[in-house]
């Protein structure tokens, strides 16, 4: 089966002035299989976000391979990536990111429309994702006029209104206080469950990643495989 997404000897230095260059991932290799809740760990800094951003198609490797359901990424123009990355990846970060003038409703439609949908075939599509996040008497409120935890679900719902192959989740609770950043991740497990949609999250919440399937821990910037969860999701 070939994978969602898979990183092959992925390396990723920075260059900082006249110092020697910083090295985060150092031959990362990675498989993750449609359906799969995959969680990577680490202290702060060990890159778990730069590789996250560099599955995503977000940043570049300095060497190494990223596949995208069996398409290798790196010779891609930016445009290319770009095309790839809006229809096949969700994404959702720690700050949620939405624009502070638009509604819940319209938030969610935006990437819709930007992919060509008729705003109200778009706004249609939005409704339904938003009600299944919970949001369905929110759809007409802008940001500031909900919580954190609302605001962290709308980012939910625009990160999978188009029906991505694969949502990346970069801390998704780090903004969150404990009790909602639980009520988050039990949503973030439900869409998992109900849609076998692929996830692969970045956190430093060991309770959190213990809820998943699989758990990796980055390490002196390569990967060591953790324990599996002891029942599978779904089962």
């Known amino acids: 089966m070939t994978p969602v997404v898979e990183a092959k000897n992925v390396y990723k230095s920075y260059v900082r002035d006249s110092s020697p260059p910083v090295e985060v991932l150092r031959g990362v290799n990675l498989k993750v299989q449609q359906g799969e809740f995959l969680t990577i760990t680490g202290p702060s800094g060990a890159g778990k976000s730069t590789l996250l ?9 300095t060497r190494g391979e990223v596949f995208l359901k069996g398409r290798e990424t790196g010779k891609m123009g930016d445009r290319e ?3 790839m990355r809006n229809r096949m990846l969700g994404f959702v970060f720690q700050a949620h990111y939405l624009l502070p003038e638009f509604t819940a409703l319209e938030n969610v439609s935006i990437p819709l ?14 409704r339904k994702v938003l009600e299944k996040v919970g949001l369905g008497a929110r759809l007409h ?26 949502l990346l989740a970069d801390e998704p609770t780090g903004n969150l206080d404990r009790e909602t950043g639980a009520y988050l991740m039990e949503l973030l497990l439900s869409l998992h469950k109900e849609q076998g949609m692929t996830v692969v999250m970045v956190t430093h919440n060991q309770s959190l990643a213990s809820m998943t399937q699989r758990v990796l821990k980055l390490v002196d910037g390569q990967l060591n495989e953790g324990e599996r969860a002891p029942t599978p999701l779904g089962a």
């Open 81 to 83: 990536r770009a095309e």
């Open 113 to 126: 429309i930007i992919q060509g949908e008729k705003a109200g075939t778009a706004k249609e599509k939005a």
């Open 141 to 166: 409120h802008k940001p500031v006029e909900m919580s954190g935890g609302e605001q962290q679900r709308v980012a939910v719902a625009r990160a999978i209104v188009h029906g991505p192959e694969l």
């Open 53 to 61: 951003h560099i599955l995503g198609l977000i940043d570049r490797p």
